[in-house]
């Protein structure tokens, strides 16, 4: 028997995925620290120079000796100093929709 629908169309969306050098993965950490982690993400995955050196800086981080410690990231993530991070979004006006 074939894949099913579901299986085939997972397949192939990590497919394109990793042809992007992009990979899908999950961690675990505070309810509150949900959109802090996705904007980081999303910040890293644009893979511009500031995303280079965001992600120097928080390896140079995550790299020191007490930060090897369970949850080391975390507290990281919570300690950086987010005024130089831009994490703006451009505003757009809604569309007319005719109904």
């Keep these: 028997m074939g894949s099913t629908a579901q299986a085939r169309a997972l397949k192939n969306y990590r497919k394109r995925l990793s042809k992007r050098g992009m990979a899908r993965f999950e961690v675990l950490g505070l309810d509150s620290d949900r959109e802090l ?22 390896h140079s981080r995550v790299a020191a000796p007490d930060a090897r410690k369970k949850g080391g990231i975390l507290a990281m993530l919570r300690s950086w100093p987010l005024a130089d991070l831009d994490l703006s979004r451009p505003v757009v006006n809604p569309r007319e929709i005719d109904l």
């Design 37 to 58: 982690v996705r904007a980081f993400a999303r910040r890293l995955a644009e893979n511009d120079p500031e995303a280079g050196e965001i992600r120097a800086s928080v």
